[in-house]
C-alpha cells in the first residue's frame, strides 16, 4: 500500500511545473502586494493541472476547489481563502478577467503547501501489517533470483507480508512502539502441476524457506488468460467448429478461461491436468462482447502443452446478434450536481495505513487473493482503546451456476482463490463508483512476474449521513436527536463479467456493516426463444429467465464468506446462543403466555456450525468481561440483515452434488473455530480442482473445544440470482449485508456525549 507516498505527494506539489500551462494560455500579470509582478494563469488550467476539481457557485460567486481531501474556497479580488475551513492568506488574490477566473502561478503552491490539510500525517511508528512496499518486493524478486533455487520464467501467485504473531502486533500497536524483528515475505510460485512456497528475510534478502508441493493446481495467472485466447484461436478445429455456426473471423471471437471443478472423473478429466475449460463470445463491435455467446462449445485447454485436449459439441444455436451496448447509452451527467461539502476538512486522517475516525482506529491493506483487509479494529471507550476485531476481510466466495448443460455444468467459480480477486482490483473513479467527497488510496500488489504494480485508486475511504442517529419528542419539550455518520471503507474488484463492491461500514455506536454488492453484466446462454411465446420457450428458459431476444440469464448464486478474528476486549471469546422463546405465563393474571430468551454456551466447533435464523441471537461474548450491569461483553454476530435478492441459505444443489464434496462454507452461514494462523480461507488454500473440502469443513474437523478461546468468527452470506429483464444488458448493484452489533458491550448509549473531556478524548488517538 502506498499511502506513505500519497503524503509525500502532498509535499512536493510545490515542484510542480506550471509554466507550461502559463506559457500555453499566454501569460497575464498583476502587481503583487511588494510591487513585484506575477504572472497569473487560468484557474482551471492551473488547477487541472496539479488534478484538481474547480466547482464555481454563482449564486455565492465562489471557486471551491478539490485535491483528494483539501478543499479550498476562494472569492474573486479576496487575498484570504478557507483551506479546510480556515482562513488563509495568499500572496495575489484570485480575480476575474472577462468573465474567467485568473490565479498566480504561485497560487497551487501556496494553497496546497498551507499545511491545514491534516488528513495525511507521515507515520513516525510503522504498523506491523503495513504491506510490502514497491521496494520490498523487488527486493523479494532479487532474492529469489540469486537463490540456488531459481529457474527460468517463474511464475508467482503472490508476494506478501508474512504476518507477525497476533499478540506481537496488539502490543505493539496498542502500546505505539515499533515491532521488534525483522520483516518476512512469503511468496507462492506456479511450477506445471507444483506450488512452491517460500519465505526471504528482508533483511539478510535471503531464502530461508523453498518447500515443494506436488500434484497441487495453483490459481489462474494473467499469462494463462493470454495463452488460451491464442491456444484457442489458432487450433484448426476449434475454427471449423466456429465456422458451422457462422462465424468466419476468428480476430472477432474472445474467449474466456473458466475453472473446471472437479467431478471425480464423470467429465473425462483426471483430476492431473492442469486444465481450463474455454467458452466464447462474439465482438460484434458493440462494445458488449457478452451479449454475443456462441453457445454449445466448449474448450479444454492443456496449460502445460498449450493445445486443446478436448472440443465439446452441442447443438447449433445462432449467435445472439442483435447490439447491446452498454457505453453509447452510459450518460455519467444525467443528474443536475450533487455537491458534497467538507468545508472543514475530513473528519478522519490517515496515518500510514491506518486510519483514524472518532472513537475507530483500524489498518487498511490490500491481499493479492482476498483484497480488502481491515484489522487491528479498536474503538476508544472512555479514554481506552478496547479490542474488537483483529482481523477481518472476505474469507472467500463461489458463484454456483445451476444449469447442467455442457457449457455450464461445471461453472462454480471460486473468485477469490481460483482467480485472485486482489489481483483484479478495479480502479475507484470519484463521482460515481464513490462519492465526491472520498479520499482514494493507492495499492501496490507483485505480479504474476515478481514484479510490483500499483494499483492506482485501490480504496476509496469516506464519511456519509446515514439518518437519525436518534430522536425524540416529549410534548412542550426541546427536540433531542442526533445524526448518524457513517465512515466507508470500499474496494471493487472485477472477476471477468461480474464486478463486485465491498464495503466495510464503521459507525459511532459500535455497529460494523459489511456489505457485498453485485453488478456487472450476466453470463448469458444464447437460446432460440426470441419471446415466450416461441415453440422452445419452455424448455430455453428451464434454467433461466428470458431477458433479451435469444438471450437466457441462468439461474444462480452469490454466495460470501466472511472471515472475522474476532478479540472482544480481548483474546479469550466464546461464542453464545440467545434464542427469545414463548414461555408459559406462571406468575399469574390474565396473560397465558410469556416472552423469555434461552441462553447457552456453544462449546464445540461443530456445534456451533449452524443455518442462521434471523429471529436468534448469536453472540461472541468475553465471559471473562463485565459491563456496568454485569452483563459479559459482547458482539452480535448477523450473517444477513437484508438484502436486493433472495438469500442464499446454502447452495441449491441435491446433497450428492460433487461442490459439497469440494466445500461446505456454503452450506451454513455462521461457523466458528478456535483460531489457528494457517486456516485462512473457508474452501482452502488450493482449491482449484480440489478433490475433497481443504476448508472448513476440515478446520471443523478436530472439533476443537470453543469456550473461552481465541475465536475466529466465518459468517456466510449472498443471494439467489434469479435474473429478469431489468438487469440487462447491465445489472444495477444488488446489496446483501452482514452486520456486527455491540451487545453489552457499552455502559449506556455510546453516541451520547457524557460530558466534555470524555468526548475530547473519544475524536482523539
Same mark, same amino acid.
Given at each position: 500500500?502506498?499511502?506513505?507516498?500519497?503524503?509525500?505527494?502532498?509535499?512536493?506539489?510545490?515542484?510542480?511545473?506550471?509554466?507550461?500551462?502559463?506559457?500555453?494560455?499566454?501569460?497575464?500579470?498583476?502587481?503583487?502586494?511588494?510591487?513585484?509582478?506575477?504572472?497569473?494563469?487560468?484557474?482551471?488550467?492551473?488547477?487541472?493541472?496539479?488534478?484538481?476539481?474547480?466547482?464555481?457557485?454563482?449564486?455565492?460567486?465562489?471557486?471551491?476547489?478539490?485535491?483528494?481531501?483539501?478543499?479550498?474556497?476562494?472569492?474573486?479580488?479576496?487575498?484570504?481563502?478557507?483551506?479546510?475551513?480556515?482562513?488563509?492568506?495568499?500572496?495575489?488574490?484570485?480575480?476575474?478577467?472577462?468573465?474567467?477566473?485568473?490565479?498566480?502561478?504561485?497560487?497551487?503552491?501556496?494553497?496546497?503547501?498551507?499545511?491545514?490539510?491534516?488528513?495525511?500525517?507521515?507515520?513516525?511508528?510503522?504498523?506491523?501489517?503495513?504491506?510490502?512496499?514497491?521496494?520490498?518486493?523487488?527486493?523479494?524478486?532479487?532474492?529469489?533470483?540469486?537463490?540456488?533455487?531459481?529457474?527460468?520464467?517463474?511464475?508467482?501467485?503472490?508476494?506478501?507480508?508474512?504476518?507477525?504473531?497476533?499478540?506481537?502486533?496488539?502490543?505493539?500497536?496498542?502500546?505505539?512502539?515499533?515491532?521488534?524483528?525483522?520483516?518476512?515475505?512469503?511468496?507462492?510460485?506456479?511450477?506445471?502441476?507444483?506450488?512452491?512456497?517460500?519465505?526471504?528475510?528482508?533483511?539478510?534478502?535471503?531464502?530461508?524457506?523453498?518447500?515443494?508441493?506436488?500434484?497441487?493446481?495453483?490459481?489462474?495467472?494473467?499469462?494463462?488468460?493470454?495463452?488460451?485466447?491464442?491456444?484457442?484461436?489458432?487450433?484448426?478445429?476449434?475454427?471449423?467448429?466456429?465456422?458451422?455456426?457462422?462465424?468466419?473471423?476468428?480476430?472477432?471471437?474472445?474467449?474466456?478461461?473458466?475453472?473446471?471443478?472437479?467431478? =471425480?472423473?464423470?467429465?473425462?478429466?483426471?483430476?492431473?491436468?492442469?486444465?481450463?475449460?474455454?467458452?466464447?463470445?462474439?465482438?460484434?463491435?458493440?462494445?458488449?462482447?457478452?451479449?454475443?455467446?456462441?453457445?454449445?462449445?466448449?474448450?479444454?485447454?492443456?496449460?502445460?502443452?498449450?493445445?486443446?485436449?478436448?472440443?465439446?459439441?452441442?447443438?447449433?444455436?445462432?449467435?445472439?446478434?442483435?447490439?447491446?451496448?452498454?457505453?453509447?447509452?452510459?450518460?455519467?451527467?444525467?443528474?443536475?450536481?450533487?455537491?458534497?461539502?467538507?468545508?472543514?476538512?475530513?473528519?478522519?486522517?490517515?496515518?500510514?495505513?491506518?486510519?483514524?475516525?472518532?472513537?475507530?482506529?483500524?489498518?487498511?491493506?490490500?491481499?493479492?487473493?482476498?483484497?480488502?483487509?481491515?484489522?487491528?479494529?479498536?474503538?476508544?471507550?472512555?479514554?481506552?482503546?478496547?479490542?474488537?476485531?483483529?482481523?477481518?476481510?472476505?474469507?472467500?466466495?463461489?458463484?454456483?451456476?445451476?444449469?447442467?448443460?455442457?457449457?455450464?455444468?461445471?461453472?462454480?467459480?471460486?473468485?477469490?482463490?481460483?482467480?485472485?480477486?486482489?489481483?483484479?482490483?478495479?480502479?475507484?473513479?470519484?463521482?460515481?463508483?464513490?462519492?465526491?467527497?472520498?479520499?482514494?488510496?493507492?495499492?501496490?500488489?507483485?505480479?504474476?512476474?515478481?514484479?510490483?504494480?500499483?494499483?492506482?485508486?485501490?480504496?476509496?475511504?469516506?464519511?456519509?449521513?446515514?439518518?437519525?442517529?436518534?430522536?425524540?419528542?416529549?410534548?412542550?419539550?426541546?427536540?433531542?436527536?442526533?445524526?448518524?455518520?457513517?465512515?466507508?471503507?470500499?474496494?471493487?474488484?472485477?472477476?471477468?463479467?461480474?464486478?463486485?463492491?465491498?464495503?466495510?461500514?464503521?459507525?459511532?455506536? =459500535?455497529?460494523?456493516?459489511?456489505?457485498?454488492?453485485?453488478?456487472?453484466?450476466?453470463?448469458?446462454?444464447?437460446?432460440?426463444?426470441?419471446?415466450?411465446?416461441?415453440?422452445?420457450?419452455?424448455?430455453?428458459?428451464?434454467?433461466?429467465?428470458?431477458?433479451?431476444?435469444?438471450?437466457?440469464?441462468?439461474?444462480?448464486?452469490?454466495?460470501?464468506?466472511?472471515?472475522?478474528?474476532?478479540?472482544?476486549?480481548?483474546?479469550?471469546?466464546?461464542?453464545?446462543?440467545?434464542?427469545?422463546?414463548?414461555?408459559?405465563?406462571?406468575?399469574?393474571?390474565?396473560?397465558?403466555?410469556?416472552?423469555?430468551?434461552?441462553?447457552?454456551?456453544?462449546?464445540?466447533?461443530?456445534?456451533?456450525?449452524?443455518?442462521?435464523?434471523?429471529?436468534?441471537?448469536?453472540?461472541?461474548?468475553?465471559?471473562?468481561?463485565?459491563?456496568?450491569?454485569?452483563?459479559?461483553?459482547?458482539?452480535?454476530?448477523?450473517?444477513?440483515?437484508?438484502?436486493?435478492?433472495?438469500?442464499?441459505?446454502?447452495?441449491?444443489?441435491?446433497?450428492?452434488?460433487?461442490?459439497?464434496?469440494?466445500?461446505?462454507?456454503?452450506?451454513?452461514?455462521?461457523?466458528?473455530?478456535?483460531?489457528?494462523?494457517?486456516?485462512?480461507?473457508?474452501?482452502?488454500?488450493?482449491?482449484?480442482?480440489?478433490?475433497?473440502?481443504? =476448508?472448513? =469443513?476440515?478446520?471443523?474437523?478436530?472439533?476443537?473445544?470453543?469456550?473461552?478461546?481465541?475465536?475466529?468468527?466465518?459468517?456466510?452470506?449472498?443471494?439467489?440470482?434469479?435474473?429478469?429483464?431489468?438487469?440487462?444488458?447491465?445489472?444495477?448493484?444488488?446489496?446483501?449485508?452482514?452486520?456486527?452489533?455491540?451487545?453489552?458491550?457499552?455502559?449506556?448509549?455510546?453516541?451520547?456525549?457524557?460530558?466534555?473531556?470524555?468526548?475530547?478524548?473519544?475524536?482523539?488517538?
Amino acid at each position: 500500500m502506498q499511502l506513505n507516498q500519497i503524503t509525500q505527494s502532498l509535499k512536493n506539489f510545490a515542484t510542480f511545473n506550471v509554466a507550461i500551462a502559463a506559457l500555453a494560455l499566454g501569460v497575464q500579470h498583476h502587481a503583487w502586494a511588494h510591487g513585484q509582478t506575477a504572472e497569473m494563469v487560468s484557474l482551471y488550467q492551473n488547477m487541472s493541472d496539479f488534478g484538481a476539481d474547480v466547482k464555481k457557485d454563482d449564486f455565492t460567486n465562489t471557486y471551491t476547489i478539490a485535491k483528494g481531501s483539501l478543499i479550498v474556497r476562494a472569492k474573486a479580488n479576496s487575498d484570504t481563502v478557507l483551506v479546510n475551513g480556515k482562513a488563509f492568506k495568499v500572496s495575489v488574490p484570485l480575480v476575474e478577467k472577462n468573465g474567467q477566473p485568473v490565479v498566480s502561478k504561485e497560487f497551487a503552491s501556496e494553497i496546497f503547501q498551507s499545511g491545514l490539510d491534516q488528513t495525511f500525517k507521515i507515520e513516525s511508528v510503522a504498523h506491523p501489517l503495513n504491506s510490502l512496499t514497491s521496494q520490498e518486493i523487488t527486493q523479494t524478486f532479487k532474492a529469489i533470483t540469486q537463490s540456488e533455487y531459481a529457474y527460468p520464467n517463474m511464475r508467482f501467485s503472490e508476494i506478501k507480508l508474512k504476518d507477525p504473531e497476533k499478540e506481537k502486533v496488539w502490543d505493539a500497536f496498542i502500546g505505539g512502539k515499533a515491532l521488534q524483528e525483522d520483516r518476512i515475505a512469503e511468496f507462492t510460485l506456479l511450477k506445471g502441476k507444483q506450488v512452491i512456497e517460500g519465505l526471504v528475510d528482508l533483511k539478510t534478502q535471503k531464502v530461508t524457506q523453498w518447500k515443494v508441493l506436488d500434484n497441487t493446481h495453483g490459481m489462474v495467472l494473467y499469462d494463462d488468460m493470454v495463452a488460451v485466447q491464442e491456444i484457442v484461436t489458432q487450433d484448426k478445429n476449434y475454427k471449423k467448429a466456429l465456422e458451422k455456426r457462422g462465424v468466419k473471423d476468428i480476430s472477432k471471437v474472445v474467449t474466456t478461461p473458466l475453472t473446471v471443478g472437479y467431478f =471425480g472423473g464423470k467429465d473425462g478429466l483426471d483430476r492431473e491436468l492442469n486444465v481450463l475449460k474455454v467458452v466464447s463470445y462474439l465482438d460484434t463491435g458493440d462494445g458488449n462482447y457478452w451479449a454475443h455467446p456462441i453457445e454449445n462449445l466448449v474448450a479444454v485447454v492443456d496449460l502445460d502443452n498449450k493445445k486443446i485436449v478436448k472440443l465439446e459439441e452441442g447443438a447449433i444455436i445462432p449467435v445472439p446478434m442483435t447490439a447491446n451496448s452498454i457505453a453509447n447509452k452510459n450518460d455519467k451527467n444525467q443528474f443536475k450536481p450533487l455537491n458534497i461539502v467538507e468545508p472543514e476538512g475530513k473528519n478522519f486522517s490517515i496515518t500510514g495505513q491506518t486510519i483514524h475516525w472518532g472513537p475507530w482506529c483500524f489498518h487498511v491493506g490490500l491481499d493479492s487473493r482476498v483484497g480488502l483487509k481491515v484489522s487491528t479494529v479498536t474503538y476508544k471507550d472512555k479514554g481506552d482503546k478496547r479490542k474488537v476485531m483483529y482481523e477481518g476481510n472476505l474469507g472467500g466466495m463461489v458463484v454456483p451456476y445451476g444449469d447442467p448443460d455442457m457449457g455450464w455444468y461445471f461453472k462454480s467459480y471460486l473468485d477469490s482463490g481460483e482467480y485472485g480477486m486482489g489481483t483484479l482490483t478495479s480502479s475507484i473513479e470519484k463521482g460515481v463508483d464513490a462519492p465526491d467527497n472520498a479520499v482514494l488510496l493507492d495499492a501496490v500488489i507483485a505480479d504474476y512476474t515478481g514484479q510490483p504494480r500499483v494499483i492506482p485508486n485501490a480504496i476509496a475511504v469516506f464519511e456519509r449521513y446515514a439518518g437519525p442517529e436518534f430522536k425524540h419528542q416529549e410534548m412542550n419539550q426541546p427536540n433531542i436527536s442526533s445524526e448518524r455518520r457513517e465512515l466507508v471503507v470500499r474496494w471493487i474488484s472485477t472477476v471477468g463479467n461480474y464486478d463486485y463492491i465491498f464495503d466495510w461500514v464503521f459507525n459511532n455506536n =459500535g455497529i460494523i456493516g459489511i456489505n457485498a454488492g453485485a453488478t456487472g453484466i450476466e453470463a448469458v446462454k444464447g437460446v432460440k426463444a426470441r419471446t415466450m411465446h416461441d415453440a422452445t420457450a419452455k424448455e430455453d428458459t428451464r434454467f433461466g429467465t428470458l431477458i433479451d431476444h435469444n438471450i437466457v440469464g441462468t439461474t444462480h448464486q452469490h454466495i460470501y464468506n466472511f472471515r472475522l478474528d474476532m478479540d472482544v476486549d480481548g483474546g479469550n471469546n466464546s461464542f453464545v446462543e440467545m434464542d427469545p422463546v414463548v414461555a408459559k405465563n406462571t406468575r399469574g393474571g390474565p396473560r397465558s403466555s410469556a416472552m423469555e430468551v434461552n441462553e447457552r454456551i456453544v462449546n464445540t466447533e461443530q456445534e456451533a456450525a449452524q443455518k442462521f435464523d434471523p429471529s436468534t441471537i448469536r453472540l461472541i461474548s468475553n465471559l471473562n468481561k463485565e459491563n456496568r450491569m454485569g452483563n459479559p461483553v459482547s458482539y452480535q454476530m448477523i450473517p444477513f440483515a437484508g438484502g436486493t435478492h433472495p438469500i442464499a441459505k446454502g447452495a441449491n444443489f441435491s446433497p450428492d452434488e460433487w461442490l459439497f464434496k469440494r466445500l461446505s462454507f456454503m452450506d451454513k452461514q455462521i461457523w466458528v473455530t478456535k483460531r489457528d494462523a494457517n486456516e485462512l480461507f473457508p474452501e482452502g488454500k488450493y482449491s482449484n480442482r480440489s478433490v475433497k473440502d481443504t =476448508g472448513l =469443513g476440515e478446520f471443523v474437523a478436530n472439533n476443537d473445544n470453543i469456550k473461552d478461546q481465541d475465536l475466529v468468527v466465518w459468517m456466510t452470506t449472498g443471494t439467489t440470482h434469479v435474473a429478469r429483464a431489468e438487469e440487462w444488458p447491465i445489472m444495477p448493484t444488488e446489496w446483501v449485508y452482514t452486520m456486527l452489533k455491540p451487545w453489552n458491550f457499552f455502559d449506556s448509549t455510546p453516541t451520547l456525549k457524557n460530558d466534555n473531556e470524555q468526548q475530547k478524548q473519544q475524536m482523539q488517538h
